[in-house]
T-cell receptor, first 112, second 114 residues
């Protein structure tokens, strides 16, 4: 059972480039989330999804887009990378409200 | 808006001492609260999940208490070891908001000295 898998683990982008952070889970969880963590800070919610075909904005959605075409996958898209998007990105999922979150191992992104 | 605070931001103790980590939240209408451990450069590992109807949860040397009315949770780690050195994060799930979204505290960075 792989849990939540994120790729890539590390990436360096130039300003203005675009990329997609991949997230997949094999637990058949309906709820999936993208968080970012800046150095020395807690996690802030970017986007989330309550099921396939349904997504919604979190606290810090500007500069990002998501899609949820299947239950398993929840990719995060950066269209025009900016230095302010340098951060560690975590994907997470839960079965429903009664259960705890399962997190992926993170993607460390640097925009130069 | 729910706000979660963890004080102190950093803590250093000698090996063998008990650790007491604090988490406070402003809105007591929570569904549950989760404690996580994060090692440097790594992801989050779930330690304990406390439902709003529970007062405490235990797992080995870890014990977490919850006092909803006062907006507080405490994580106790008994007989600390150098391997307990990590950042500990608490997160609350609101009772009624859609999406089961977590609000995180800023974390407490713990160093256990041999």
């Amino acid at each position: 059972n792989a849990g939540v898998t994120q790729t890539p683990k590390f990436r360096i982008l130039k300003i203005g480039q675009s990329m997609t952070l991949q997230c997949t889970q094999d637990m058949n969880h309906n709820y999936m989330y993208w968080y970012r963590q800046d150095p020395g800070m807690g996690l802030k919610l970017i986007y989330y999804s309550v099921g396939a075909g349904i997504t919604d904005k979190g606290e810090v959605p500007n500069g990002y887009n998501v899609s949820r075409s299947t239950t398993e996958d929840f990719p995060l898209r950066l269209e025009l990378a900016a230095p302010s998007q340098t951060s560690v990105y975590f994907c997470a999922s839960i079965r429903d409200a009664h259960y705890g979150y399962t997190f992926g191992s993170g993607t460390r992104l640097t925009v130069v | 808006k729910q706000e979660v605070t963890q004080i102190p931001a950093a803590l250093s103790v000698p090996e063998g001492e008990n650790l007491v980590l604090n988490c406070s939240f402003t809105d007591s209408a929570i569904y549950n609260l989760q404690w996580f451990r994060q090692d440097p450069g790594k992801g989050l590992t779930s330690l304990l999940l406390i439902q709003s109807s529970q007062r405490e949860q235990t797992s080995g040397r870890l014990n977490a208490s919850l006092d909803k009315s006062s907006g507080r949770s405490t994580l106790y780690i008994a007989a600390s070891q150098p391997g307990d050195s990590a950042t500990y994060l608490c997160a609350v799930r609101p009772g009624k908001a859609a999406g089961n979204k977590l609000t995180f505290g800023g974390g407490t960075r713990v160093l256990v000295k041999p």
